[in-house]
């Protein structure tokens, strides 16, 4: 059992492994937080936890009971205007114009498993592996009811929670707001860690202490964005990779995002993670309830290492497609940083040939195959073969394509429309711009209204129609720009603001028909390379295309902040040419490879010039990389050494088999030093009874000596080598093997 009720003092207290959710029913019906922490026992009541004492100039529930005050009380899912000053987890309003809501409780239901929405991305698990908890409040002088979900998976140290919203009445109600999960916390010890960036410098880890007031990250652009991640935590002060308490929180959501932390003046506590209540408001009526998505609570008191394998195990269980879950992912050759649109059959045939001799198993095609679009301008939207650069049809070049033994993937960006196009002269109220507004396009392209069930029925029927053709193995989903001016020619006035939800819905149904439609199909989100790399597109797309900055020392960065919140099978990770196209920076082929093995690997460059060095040098990395791909993949990931605090030169990870048999470690230099300190790297995840060899050498180490002691790294230059190269932006592997 993971739930525990008990009906007598109506405690309920969820537990997983190695953690406790504990809330209860207070004495005005409201429901209070108790305890979110490390695993405690069961008792009937937890008194020394609610203890409430009277404190001056604040407002109380009632006379009788002074003490009684919400201003200062953990709350479960709180309201506003009834004495809590602190941002609410929801708000509703009256036909009357009435903004004050007064939930009680009335009772739960208990269910084994846990089940999937609709119409949105769920988690999911059977009856062995979940739990779900529905706590009912009812609202009886508006006829409301919300209905708290919260799903414990035991094994994952994971609750998932969610909110939905039911209008019993026959007015129509507005929600201004509502948020997936809040958490009260009783005090502020806690740094505030988060993933912030740009466009190709997406997930740069941030971590500031927690102060009075408000602290929040959150996105405004109808997708997760770049600049911010759903995905943040909460850590104590002496919180590392190896020890200490940390609470994630992500969100299954891909529109815009709120993740808020409040310190009030008690110093306490309040975490909201949810749809951002800018930009959103909502009808509930009798006949539609209101489902907010799922929110990710996870806990450890073993560091982030901890927290961010037991996420990774989760994802791959509970979340992502399970045909593709453990599916290893094939090695690719994708042509866009090699030919942009500059390409015709002949061209690419060339690329293919010379990919399948290194060992390369899949060719995907990018952007410029379709209506004629031979640059950014035009022809999105028509999503047929331009038959000057395939005479005789895509279907025939991916004919060919198979019959070599390679699998074809495709770029789509679905979601955009190009103004020099078929589809807008059809359909130019498709196009998503505000009446009477200037439009302002972004890469010379405009959004189409997702939220219009008719753009949906196209798009799904111009994609299929290729996927049949062509036999497609892989689908790149792409969307290169957000939304502005935002409105819906398909939404009369009162809806405008429930477009951003619906855009995203929208998005999630054309998902949802194509990947049920075509099961064998791998579909690879990207949003201009990371712009949203969030759970709610892993539902659908078990990879993204983490960045499109495919620089070396850059991508470790995002790889390693990617890594705190997501698994390294979700991260496609490519080696590129250079001089880098996104910085200019020159970096050894070692290096490139070195970063992108440890996700979904492939390369993105123009093979056919490479000289007989580097073709060979290819040609064994690919080798490589199928002989540990299972590991690079799927072995539980462990960072070694943060890129983001210290003298940040120093980069190092790690992968280890599930049976600890085997592990490859990686070190990255960003600028080689003069006399520089003897240096051993200290490993993790080993067994410390087990004998290792390193790299093949004679002498052999246990886990415990490897771990504890470390693994003597020499110096980068050869001082007897007389031709000296750049030692900058180095990388050395360490491949450990049990003896």
Same mark, same amino acid.
């Given at each position: 059992?993971?739930?525990?009720?008990?009906?007598?003092?109506?405690?309920?207290?969820?537990?997983?492994?190695?953690?406790?959710?504990?809330?209860?029913?207070?004495?005005?019906?409201?429901?209070?937080?108790?305890?979110?922490?490390?695993?405690?026992?069961?008792?009937?009541?937890?008194?020394?936890?609610?203890?409430?004492?009277?404190?001056?100039?604040?407002?109380?529930?009632?006379?009788?009971?002074?003490?009684?005050?919400?201003?200062?009380?953990?709350?479960?899912?709180?309201?506003?205007?009834?004495?809590?000053?602190?941002?609410?987890?929801?708000?509703?309003?009256?036909?009357?114009?009435?903004?004050?809501?007064?939930?009680?409780?009335?009772?739960?239901?208990?269910?084994?498993?846990?089940?999937?929405?609709?119409?949105?991305?769920?988690?999911?698990?059977?009856?062995?592996?979940?739990?779900?908890?529905?706590?009912?409040?009812?609202?009886?002088?508006?006829?409301?009811?919300?209905?708290?979900?919260?799903?414990?998976?035991?094994?994952?140290?994971?609750?998932?929670?969610?909110?939905?919203?039911?209008?019993?009445?026959?007015?129509?109600?507005?929600? #201004?707001?509502?948020?997936?999960?809040?958490?009260?916390?009783?005090?502020?010890?806690?740094?505030?860690?988060?993933?912030?960036?740009?466009?190709?410098?997406?997930?740069?880890?941030?971590?500031?202490?927690?102060?009075?007031?408000?602290?929040?990250?959150?996105?405004?652009?109808?997708?997760?964005?770049?600049?911010?991640?759903?995905?943040?935590?909460?850590?104590?002060?002496?919180?590392?990779?190896?020890?200490?308490?940390?609470?994630?929180?992500?969100?299954?959501?891909?529109?815009?995002?709120?993740?808020?932390?409040?310190?009030?003046?008690?110093?306490?506590?309040?975490?909201?993670?949810?749809?951002?209540?800018?930009?959103?408001?909502?009808?509930?009526?009798?006949?539609?309830?209101?489902?907010?998505?799922?929110?990710?609570?996870?806990?450890?008191?073993?560091?982030?290492?901890?927290?961010?394998?037991?996420?990774?195990?989760?994802?791959?269980?509970?979340?992502?497609?399970?045909?593709?879950? %453990?599916?290893?992912?094939?090695?690719?050759?994708?042509?866009?940083?090699?030919?942009?649109?500059?390409?015709?059959?002949?061209?690419?045939?060339?690329?293919?040939?010379?990919?399948?001799?290194?060992?390369?198993?899949?060719?995907?095609?990018?952007?410029?195959?379709?209506? %004629?679009?031979?640059?950014?301008?035009?022809?999105?939207?028509?999503?047929?073969?331009?038959?000057?650069?395939?005479?005789?049809?895509?279907?025939?070049?991916?004919?060919?394509?198979?019959?070599?033994?390679?699998?074809?993937?495709?770029?789509?960006?679905?979601?955009?429309?190009?103004?020099?196009?078929?589809?807008?002269?059809?359909?130019?109220?498709?196009?998503? #711009?505000?009446?009477?507004?200037?439009?302002?396009?972004?890469?010379?392209?405009?959004?189409?209204?997702?939220?219009?069930?008719?753009?949906?029925?196209?798009?799904?029927?111009?994609?299929?129609?290729?996927?049949?053709?062509?036999?497609?193995?892989?689908?790149?989903?792409?969307?290169?720009?957000?939304?502005?001016?935002?409105?819906?020619?398909?939404?009369?006035?009162?809806?405008?603001?429930?477009?951003?939800?619906?855009?995203?819905?929208?998005?999630?149904?054309?998902?949802?028909?194509?990947?049920?439609?075509?099961?064998?199909?791998?579909?690879?989100?990207?949003?201009?390379?990371?712009?949203?790399?969030?759970?709610?597109?892993?539902?659908?797309?078990?990879?993204?295309?983490?960045?499109?900055?495919?620089?070396?020392?850059?991508?470790?960065?995002?790889?390693?902040?990617?890594?705190?919140?997501?698994?390294?099978?979700?991260?496609?990770?490519?080696?590129?040419?250079?001089?880098?196209?996104?910085?200019?920076?020159?970096?050894?082929?070692?290096?490139?490879?070195?970063?992108?093995?440890?996700?979904?690997?492939?390369?993105?460059?123009?093979?056919?010039?490479?000289?007989?060095?580097?073709?060979?040098?290819?040609?064994?990395?690919?080798?490589?990389?199928?002989?540990?791909?299972?590991?690079?993949?799927?072995?539980?990931?462990?960072?070694?050494?943060?890129?983001?605090?210290?003298?940040?030169?120093?980069?190092?990870?790690?992968?280890?088999?599930?049976?600890?048999?085997?592990?490859?470690?990686?070190?990255?230099?960003?600028?080689?030093?003069?006399?520089?300190?003897?240096?051993?790297?200290?490993?993790?995840?080993?067994?410390?009874?087990?004998?290792?060899?390193?790299?093949?050498?004679?002498?052999?180490?246990?886990?415990?000596?490897?771990?504890?002691?470390?693994?003597?790294?020499?110096?980068?230059?050869?001082?007897?080598?007389?031709?000296?190269?750049?030692?900058?932006?180095?990388?050395?592997?360490?491949?450990?093997?049990?003896?």
């Amino acid at each position: 059992m993971t739930v525990h009720v008990n009906e007598d003092t109506n405690v309920f207290h969820l537990q997983t492994k190695n953690s406790s959710y504990v809330f209860q029913v207070l004495g005005n019906g409201d429901i209070g937080q108790v305890y979110y922490g490390k695993r405690i026992h069961v008792r009937d009541s937890y008194a020394n936890l609610m203890t409430m004492e009277r404190r001056d100039a604040t407002v109380a529930y009632n006379l009788e009971h002074p003490e009684f005050q919400p201003d200062h009380i953990k709350r479960e899912y709180a309201d506003f205007g009834r004495g809590d000053f602190r941002f609410p987890a929801f708000q509703i309003t009256s036909p009357d114009g009435n903004r004050i809501s007064d939930f009680r409780y009335a009772g739960y239901k208990l269910t084994r498993g846990k089940f999937r929405f609709e119409d949105m991305p769920a988690t999911f698990g059977d009856k062995e592996s979940a739990e779900t908890l529905i706590i009912k409040l009812v609202d009886f002088s508006a006829n409301l009811e919300i209905h708290l979900s919260y799903a414990v998976f035991p094994d994952d140290d994971v609750i998932v929670r969610s909110a939905k919203f039911i209008n019993n009445g026959n007015s129509l109600m507005e929600i #201004n707001h509502a948020f997936s999960a809040q958490l009260d916390l009783p005090d502020n010890d806690y740094d505030f860690v988060h993933f912030s960036g740009a466009w190709a410098r997406e997930r740069h880890m941030e971590r500031t202490p927690l102060r009075s007031g408000v602290q929040s990250v959150g996105s405004l652009r109808t997708a997760s964005s770049h600049q911010e991640n759903p995905f943040v935590m909460l850590a104590r002060p002496h919180t590392n990779e190896n020890s200490g308490e940390a609470i994630g929180f992500n969100l299954v959501y891909s529109g815009n995002f709120l993740d808020q932390v409040e310190v009030d003046q008690f110093a306490t506590t309040r975490v909201l993670i949810g749809i951002n209540p800018n930009e959103f408001r909502w009808g509930l009526t009798h006949s539609s309830p209101f489902q907010t998505p799922e929110a990710v609570l996870a806990y450890s008191d073993q560091g982030f290492n901890q927290l961010s394998q037991n996420l990774a195990t989760f994802y791959s269980k509970h979340l992502v497609n399970q045909r593709f879950a %453990k599916q290893e992912r094939p090695i690719l050759i994708n042509n866009w940083e090699a030919t942009y649109f500059d390409f015709n059959e002949d061209k690419l045939m060339t690329i293919a040939k010379d990919a399948k001799k290194l060992g390369i198993e899949m060719f995907v095609l990018d952007d410029g195959w379709f209506g %004629k679009r031979d640059d950014d301008t035009t022809s999105l939207g028509d999503w047929f073969t331009d038959k000057r650069k395939f005479p005789k049809g895509l279907g025939h070049f991916a004919d060919q394509i198979h019959d070599m033994g390679l699998k074809f993937g495709l770029w789509f960006e679905p979601e955009m429309i190009s103004i020099e196009s078929e589809l807008y002269k059809e359909h130019s109220n498709w196009m998503i #711009n505000a009446v009477g507004r200037p439009s302002t396009p972004g890469r010379n392209q405009f959004v189409l209204d997702m939220s219009y069930s008719e753009v949906v029925d196209y798009l799904y029927d111009k994609i299929s129609a290729v996927i049949k053709e062509t036999k497609l193995d892989y689908v790149k989903w792409d969307m290169n720009r957000y939304i502005t001016e935002m409105f819906s020619y398909a939404l009369p006035y009162g809806q405008q603001p429930e477009m951003p939800h619906r855009y995203i819905l929208g998005v999630y149904d054309l998902y949802d028909r194509l990947t049920q439609s075509f099961p064998d199909v791998m579909f690879e989100s990207c949003a201009s390379g990371g712009g949203r790399f969030d759970l709610g597109m892993m539902y659908y797309a078990p990879q993204a295309w983490t960045s499109d900055d495919t620089d070396a020392y850059e991508r470790m960065l995002i790889q390693y902040g990617t890594s705190y919140g997501y698994s390294q099978s979700m991260m496609g990770a490519h080696v590129s040419a250079v001089p880098n196209d996104q910085t200019g920076r020159i970096t050894s082929l070692d290096t490139r490879a070195n970063v992108a093995y440890f996700g979904d690997f492939g390369y993105e460059l123009d093979i056919t010039k490479l000289n007989k060095r580097d073709r060979a040098k290819v040609e064994e990395q690919i080798k490589f990389y199928k002989q540990y791909r299972k590991l690079f993949q799927f072995g539980k990931f462990y960072r070694l050494s943060n890129p983001f605090e210290g003298s940040k030169n120093v980069a190092a990870w790690m992968v280890v088999s599930d049976d600890q048999s085997e592990a490859i470690a990686a070190r990255y230099q960003v600028l080689n030093q003069p006399q520089a300190n003897y240096l051993r790297i200290k490993f993790a995840g080993l067994d410390p009874d087990k004998e290792y060899r390193v790299n093949d050498d004679e002498e052999t180490y246990f886990g415990d000596e490897l771990m504890n002691a470390g693994y003597f790294v020499s110096q980068i230059l050869d001082p007897d080598k007389k031709v000296r190269e750049s030692a900058d932006f180095s990388s050395r592997l360490f491949v450990i093997k049990e003896v």
